[in-house]
């Protein structure tokens, strides 16, 4: 079973950036995707953004232009690089791993983003 340990999240004013990390605990195939979901407080888990050898990254049209999602192979690993934050980014962000039928998920960071 594939764990997943992320970092990043911290509280940042409007306008501000923070750089979010997501490493598996073992090799993740580059055709498999790996990318963010996020939850607050009374809204359903969504798409964040996700990328896969092969395809364009996907990005929720709240975040895009403003996120970019990567990944390191050879450190089994995922990045999500947040920009221009506004309070509605404000949730916790699950790593997340589709390999085959199964998924992954990371424990969760926080992501505060208030004046």
């Known amino acids: 079973q594939v764990q997943l340990v992320e970092s990043g999240g911290d509280w940042v004013r409007p306008g501000g950036s923070l750089r979010l990390s997501c490493t598996a605990s073992?090799?993740?195939?580059?055709?498999?995707?790996m990318g963010w979901y996020r939850q607050a407080p009374g809204k359903e888990r969504g798409l964040v953004a996700t990328?896969?050898?092969?395809?364009?990254?996907t990005y929720a049209a709240s975040v895009r232009g403003r996120f970019t999602i990567s990944r390191d192979n050879a450190k089994n690993a995922v990045y999500l690089e947040m920009n221009s934050l506004k309070p509605e980014d404000t949730a916790v962000y699950y790593c997340?791993?589709?390999?085959?039928?199964?998924?992954?998920w990371g424990q969760g960071t926080r992501v505060t983003v208030s004046s």
């Open positions: 990328l896969r050898a092969g395809r364009d990254p």
């Open positions: 073992q090799t993740i195939y580059s055709g498999y995707a």
């Open positions: 997340y791993v589709k390999a085959d039928s199964m998924e992954f």
